[in-house]
């Protein structure tokens, strides 16, 4: 993919269907119950119909899509796992043996791993190779990748969209597997929130007080070296950025260009969302946060998005985990608006809620 063409793609990307959320309203407030009693459910639903340009969306088939990639800055102690882990957990997922995948099994939904940077050969044919190069280059020392990889890593995210697409995905998770890569996000959420590293910057899997002082010393020492532009999202990417980030940002990007819902993981994730809104404001409509991540930086990412997570679990696994879990939810939303009976359906007057639609102010229980 080039950059004019990235461009094209960016331009054939349109928001929500206004129409069919204006429809799926006027639904809700048919529905037998008081006005707003099923409170966010009706805004996920009304919103999977602007998605979808249905009044009652389904989310029945469902998939997670994980990118797996290495960070030559682990080089720099900034992680208390070795990178050989990377490897191992994107096979172990597609055997169904990793906390995302268990859940997903669980749950009857479709698992997709996805190589486009791990440091090794990867002889495991369930692992879809799109490879751009073995791992990112050290940040802390050189650029993580030319700005011509980060297009060819955003390209492989646009292909699992529009591959899930074609599968009949409803809708679609997006998450990572990548050791060090709680850095290379805090380095991008550093540069596009115009924040302190301070303000980003977790202790991922699990770092020592000494680990933890010094992955923010390489976080500094990394941006200053590099000045990324933050109006540039490429740039960004491609100077402190990972080969997984950058492919989230295209399915992201691809999810919308599409018309498919997308969840939106933990901290990793959120910033690729981030990125992707950064490149296209239109994309904001198609994303549903999972959960809140209890990883530092996830906070001002979302805040940032605008948008609120549905779930407070302080859950930090990674890898897409709150995904299935935000499936069930908006599978629920959806049936509701798809099955609850209307006020003449269930043979209800529903006179005495016009205090309530008029603006009133006080508290009905039950129907």
Same mark, same amino acid.
């Given at each position: 993919?080039?950059?004019?063409?990235?461009?094209?793609?960016?331009?054939?990307?349109?928001?929500?269907?206004?129409?069919? $959320?204006?429809?799926?309203?006027?639904?809700?407030?048919?529905?037998?119950?008081?006005?707003?009693?099923?409170?966010?459910?009706?805004?996920?639903?009304?919103?999977?119909?602007?998605?979808?340009?249905?009044?009652?969306?389904?989310?029945?088939?469902?998939?997670?899509?994980?990118?797996?990639? %290495?960070?030559?800055?682990?080089?720099?102690?900034?992680?208390?796992?070795?990178?050989?882990?990377?490897?191992?957990?994107?096979?172990?997922?597609?055997?169904?043996?990793?906390? $995302?995948?268990?859940?997903?099994?669980?749950?009857?939904? %479709?698992?997709?791993?996805?190589?486009?940077?791990?440091?090794?050969?990867?002889?495991?044919?369930?692992?879809?190779?799109?490879?751009?190069?073995?791992?990112?280059?050290? $940040?802390?020392?050189?650029?993580?990748?030319?700005?011509?990889?980060?297009?060819?890593?955003?390209?492989?995210?646009?292909?699992?969209?529009?591959?899930?697409?074609?599968?009949?995905?409803?809708?679609?998770?997006?998450?990572?597997?990548?050791?060090?890569?709680?850095?290379?996000?805090?380095?991008?959420?550093?540069?596009? !929130?115009?924040?302190?590293?301070?303000?980003?910057?977790?202790?991922?899997?699990?770092?020592?007080?000494?680990?933890?002082?010094?992955?923010?010393?390489?976080?500094?020492?990394?941006?200053?070296?590099?000045?990324?532009?933050?109006?540039?999202?490429?740039?960004?990417?491609?100077?402190?950025?990972?080969?997984?980030?950058?492919?989230?940002?295209?399915?992201?990007?691809?999810?919308?260009?599409?018309?498919?819902?997308?969840?939106?993981?933990?901290?990793?994730?959120?910033?690729?969302?981030?990125?992707?809104?950064? !490149?296209?404001?239109?994309?904001?409509?198609? !994303? +549903?946060?999972?959960?809140?991540?209890?990883?530092?930086?996830?906070?001002?990412?979302?805040?940032?998005?605008?948008?609120?997570?549905?779930?407070?679990?302080?859950?930090? !696994?990674?890898?897409?985990?709150?995904?299935?879990?935000? +499936?069930?939810?908006?599978?629920?939303?959806?049936?509701? $608006?798809?099955?609850?009976?209307? +006020?003449?359906?269930?043979?209800?007057?529903?006179?005495?809620?016009?205090?309530?639609?008029?603006?009133?102010?006080?508290?009905?229980?039950?129907?």
């Amino acid at each position: 993919m080039t950059e004019q063409e990235l461009k094209t793609y960016l331009a054939a990307i349109r928001g929500a269907d206004e129409a069919a $959320m204006a429809a799926a309203r006027r639904r809700q407030a048919a529905l037998a119950k008081p006005p707003g009693s099923l409170g966010k459910l009706e805004d996920m639903a009304v919103r999977m119909a602007g998605v979808t340009g249905r009044v009652c969306p389904t989310v029945k088939k469902c998939r997670v899509a994980v990118f797996a990639a %290495d960070n030559g800055v682990v080089a720099e102690g900034v992680s208390c796992a070795p990178q050989s882990v990377t490897l191992q957990q994107a096979v172990n997922m597609t055997r169904r043996k990793t906390g $995302m995948s268990a859940l997903a099994q669980t749950f009857g939904d %479709d698992v997709s791993v996805i190589d486009v940077g791990i440091n090794a050969d990867v002889n495991c044919p369930a692992v879809l190779d799109r490879k751009v190069r073995r791992g990112t280059g050290n $940040m802390a020392v050189e650029p993580a990748m030319t700005r011509a990889e980060a297009l060819q890593a955003l390209a492989a995210g646009m292909e699992a969209a529009a591959r899930a697409k074609a599968d009949g995905i409803e809708l679609l998770g997006v998450g990572e597997m990548g050791i060090g890569n709680t850095t290379t996000s805090a380095a991008v959420l550093a540069v596009l !929130l115009d924040a302190e590293v301070d303000a980003v910057t977790g202790r991922g899997g699990g770092l020592t007080d000494e680990g933890f002082a010094r992955k923010k010393q390489v976080l500094r020492r990394a941006l200053a070296l590099h000045q990324p532009d933050k109006n540039d999202v490429l740039d960004v990417l491609s100077k402190v950025g990972g080969l997984d980030i950058a492919a989230m940002t295209g399915a992201f990007l691809g999810c919308a260009h599409e018309r498919l819902g997308a969840a939106v993981d933990g901290y990793i994730s959120v910033t690729a969302a981030l990125c992707a809104v950064r !490149l296209c404001p239109a994309v904001k409509d198609y !994303l +549903f946060l999972s959960h809140q991540s209890y990883e530092l930086g996830y906070r001002l990412a979302a805040e940032a998005l605008e948008l609120t997570p549905c779930l407070a679990l302080d859950m930090r !696994l990674g890898e897409g985990s709150g995904c299935p879990l935000l +499936f069930r939810v908006m599978e629920g939303a959806c049936g509701v $608006m798809a099955n609850m009976a209307t +006020f003449p359906e269930a043979a209800i007057e529903d006179d005495y809620l016009a205090p309530i639609r008029s603006g009133d102010s006080f508290t009905v229980e039950g129907v």
